[in-house]
């Protein structure tokens, strides 16, 4: 839990406050929003760059916060409440920054094109550092709307487990502003829809799942029957329960609305039954699922899981705890589920890893993080330098392939990526088990070092490509030849044949 929480200093920007704990993070980025006139300081770097995404970090938040109302005596236990506070705050701080007035939203900072191919430390980040609006005209229902959700569920932690009233208020009326502008801007669309440009980062494919999601959300902090009244109508009217299994993730909430409709509107059977099915279907492999599980144990949903394999793994493991509390008919097989996916991600699994830097000395060595690396190389990052400089203490990394295999490699950003939303659900899978007072991780036993590994060669595209041109090409060749052989021999023939002379 500690070092989960360190992790989310070592990713904050702007101006940092005396107690931080991350040695080699520096103030950074300080002229954010000025070629708005806004103030974006601050906030968090979303994964090893330097870019700054409102969606991302919103489901993060949200996540961190729904597990930490959950489970939060595993806070107290682990003395991290207040580490908590700041973190969250830290968050929510700077997307109350990001919506300056209630028709206007911050989705992203920084250049995508110009901050990839920058590999170094926070003390030379390029700029300009642009950033982008979503408004009454220019719309993006999806960012505002989860962020709306995020606002709304740190209210409800601070109002009922941080004690803070005060801040409680400040978060839900931004939450309420913040929904209201997500609900009506017409026509509704996903932000990306408004600003293509950012359409390679954090498109997602709808904004149904995200406004359900936000009203119910809305519910809880506030108590106002007509957002659990307008979930229940949406659900309805985007027809949520008939979506093709999926997961949930910061692009898709409908599991999560799935769940959360069942704890806050229990008479109405639509939600709990609709997350019985998904995560029935899911935990079972059952028809429609896309997820099966490795040799090792571990959650693959195909389509989901080919990058960052551990994400899908964590969401599901989490959604299925907080449903295996209201339900006592699944709260074995449930909990059984989540409890081999926490274990795998913590070392049970054929590299003996656990899957969280700065643990362990089979932890991972080479997340891809610019500032941890401590390169300035952007040709050679596995190379320059050889060894991480710095431990990236807490981050969750992509994780294993199908083969349970992992190579822990710089580059490899498919199994070493590091992102705030990868620790999001771990936070709330950790307090879970300090809440349930589980048995030691499984890293904890093990002494023998990481096995290893190494990929089996593999031609470049290019050069199959070439190769089969090649060989049609010569086969081609050969056919005409055997082609023209044959004709001039039977030309032959024909003309010896024909012109005997015969004698009479």
Known sequence: MNVSL???????????????????????????GSDNNVNLVGGYYDAGDYLKFTLPLSYSLNIITWGAISWFDGYVKSNQAE?????????????????????????????????????????????????YQVNKT??????VAISAAALASASYLFRNNLNDTNYADVLLNNAASLFNLADTAQPRQIYTASLPALAGYYATNNY???????????????GNESYRTMASNYFDQFNLAAQPVGIMDWSDQTNGVFVLGAELDPTNSKYATAAKNVLDTIINSGKGSPCTFTN???????????????????????????????????????????????????????????????????????????????????????????????????????????????????????QTEVALDYNAPFQGLVAYQLSANAADPPYVSITQPRPVVSRSSKMAGWLIAVIVIVVLFVLAITGYICWWKRDRIFNKSRRGGYGKTVSA
Request: with cysteine; glycine share 8%; aromatic share 12%.
């Open 138 to 143: 220019t719309i993006g229902t999806d960012a």
């Open 296 to 414: 090792g144990g571990l959650l693959w949903c195909d389509g989901f899981s080919n990058a960052n394999s551990l994400v899908p793994a964590q969401d599901t493991a989490f959604l299925a705890l907080l449903y295996s509390k209201l339900d006592s008919s699944k709260s074995a097989s449930y909990t059984e589920f989540a409890t081999h996916q926490i274990e795998y991600m913590l070392g049970n699994n054929y590299m003996l890893t656990p899957y969280v830097c700065g643990i362990h000395m089979n932890s991972p060595i080479n997340p891809h993080h610019a500032g941890a690396s401590g390169g300035t190389d952007i040709n050679n990052i596995n190379s320059s330098p050889a060894t991480e400089k710095y431990v990236l203490y807490g981050a969750v990394v992509g994780g294993p392939d199908k083969e349970d295999k992992f190579y822990d490699v710089r580059n490899d950003y498919d």
């Open 6 to 32: 360190w992790f989310y200093e070592a990713q904050r920007s702007g101006k940092l406050p005396d107690n931080n704990r991350v040695p080699w993070r520096s103030d950074s980025a300080l002229g954010d």
């Open 208 to 222: 149904t799942s995200q406004l359900t999601f936000a009203a119910l959300w809305m519910y809880k902090a506030s």
């Open 83 to 131: 580490y908590l506070r700041s973190m969250l705050r830290w968050g929510t701080d700077w997307l109350i920054q990001a919506h300056p007035d209630a028709n206007t939203f911050y989705v992203q900072v920084g250049d995508g094109d110009l901050d990839n191919n920058y590999w170094g430390p926070d003390t030379g980040i390029p700029n300009p550092r642009p950033s």
